[in-house]
């Protein structure tokens, strides 16, 4: 299934050093391409100039990327002159007061209705850049351009954008598809280790849904995302945003349930991440890749998965030194904590939260009837 619809949306091109893959999102008059290569920023005239407006771009980055990455944008965009706009690096920015900052910031540089905004960081940025251009004029185009690997494989790709308020993460957003996402495996190269091991489980989490042909590949080869091997990043990143853009194709607003799928490990991971107060004490990707030994766990006690591949599993996020037990993180025997958060979990309808669950690797489901009493005792006895 996967292969039939990577023949009809993927195609690979190949330059003189480089190869390229395009991957379509097809979403009818809300379709776009996403561009996966090596050193794409250099030449991004060529795929940005001709959204350009009176040889300029605005463009929204944090001041962390853009003091690392600005100047190669700059470059790589000569004629056409990045108007930036700029927010403090880190995820307090996704917030009223950030939006209010880009939103004003883009107003103030002249934004116009058929503007392309150029979202130029990582998911902060995108979630931020994309909500903005989603209402500043009622309504702009944008672009991402993600640098961080979590952006480049999940945020910047299907369209959700959000900012945090009070009452929650993401709470407040909006559906709004980029125009084009350009994806350049050269940004990784600043980014430091753990945040480039964070994005990984994202990668192992689009595997675990419904690719075992890529779990398989990522224990053999996944290692060398970390060493920069440029062709397995562009295959790696590649086959998890096949994974995304089939599945938003199929539930673009998640309706059906079936983009819920993408939320694996996601329901036990946001609870970690509640409870560690969305501290640097744990980053999102670590807290999903726990999230998935955990979901592997539970569906391998429900005798819905096998042990051997929640073994599996586990033993591999291990191998790449992301967080595989509550000990590690100190959150052993806190069961009926974590549950609560995920009795606030926004993803939960008519008063149940929705698992996803596994019947082996690259076989995830959904499941609307987990007694949350049984995930606590669960919780209450991992290790
Ligand atoms: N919209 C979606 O579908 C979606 C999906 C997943 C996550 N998200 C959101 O994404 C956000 C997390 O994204 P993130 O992990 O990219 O966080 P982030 O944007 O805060 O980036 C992490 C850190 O890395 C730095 N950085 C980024 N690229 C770099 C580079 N190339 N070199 C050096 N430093 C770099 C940033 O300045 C920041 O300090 C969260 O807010 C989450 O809610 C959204
Ligand atoms: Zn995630």
Redesign the pocket.
């Known amino acids: 299934m996967l292969s039939s619809w990577l023949t009809r949306n993927c195609s690979i091109g190949r330059s003189a050093a480089d190869a390229v893959v395009t991957i379509k999102v097809a979403l009818g008059e809300r379709s776009y391409d996403i561009v996966i290569g090596h050193g794409l920023v250099e030449r991004a005239v060529h795929y940005l100039a001709p959204l350009a407006r009176d040889g300029r771009l605005l463009v929204v980055s944090?001041e962390?990327?853009w003091a690392?990455?600005g100047a190669q944008l700059e470059a790589g965009l000569d004629p056409i002159r990045p108007v930036p706009v700029l927010i403090p690096?880190?995820?307090g920015s996704?917030s009223w007061v950030g939006l209010a900052a880009v939103v004003d910031g883009l107003l103030a540089q002249g934004v116009e209705r058929t503007d392309h905004i150029v979202a130029f960081?990582?998911?902060?940025?995108?979630?931020l850049a994309?909500f903005a251009a989603a209402i500043v004029n009622r309504g702009c185009n944008f672009v991402q351009v993600p640098?961080?690997l979590?952006?480049q494989v999940?945020?910047s790709v299907?369209g959700?954008?959000?900012i945090n308020v009070a009452a929650g993460?993401?709470l407040v957003g909006s559906f709004h598809q980029p125009s084009l996402v350009l994806v350049d495996t050269v940004?990784?190269d600043?980014?430091?280790a753990r945040?480039m091991k964070?994005?990984y489980a994202?990668i192992v989490k689009y595997a675990l849904i419904e690719d075992s042909e890529l779990f398989g590949w990522l224990e053999e080869e996944g290692a060398k995302l970390f060493s920069g091997d440029e062709a397995a990043r562009i295959h790696a990143i590649a086959a998890a945003v096949a994974g995304k853009a089939r599945i938003v194709e199929e539930d673009e607003r998640e309706t059906s349930g079936r983009r819920a799928l993408l939320n694996f490990g996601h329901t036990f991971g946001h609870a970690l991440e509640a409870e560690t107060a969305y501290s640097d004490r744990l980053?999102?990707?670590e807290a999903v890749a726990l999230g998935c030994v955990l979901a592997f766990a539970f569906s391998a006690e429900r005798n819905r998965c096998s042990e051997a591949d929640a073994r599996r599993v586990r033993d591999h996020f291990r191998s790449v030194g992301l967080p595989t037990t509550l000990g590690e993180l100190g959150l052993q025997g806190q069961g009926d904590r974590l549950a609560k958060h995920m009795e606030q979990d926004k993803k939960r309808s008519h008063g149940r939260t929705a698992f996803i669950l596994t019947r082996k690797i690259g076989e995830a489901f959904i499941d609307k009837d987990v007694d949350l009493a049984d995930v606590a005792r669960f919780l209450d006895q991992a290790p």
Request: no cysteine; net charge negative; glycine share 22%.
């Open positions: 944090d962390n990327v690392l990455l690096a880190g995820e996704k960081g990582g998911g902060v940025v995108g979630d994309g640098t961080s979590l952006a999940d945020s299907g959700k954008t959000a993460k993401n940004l990784l600043t980014l430091d945040q964070a994005g994202e980053l999102h990707g």
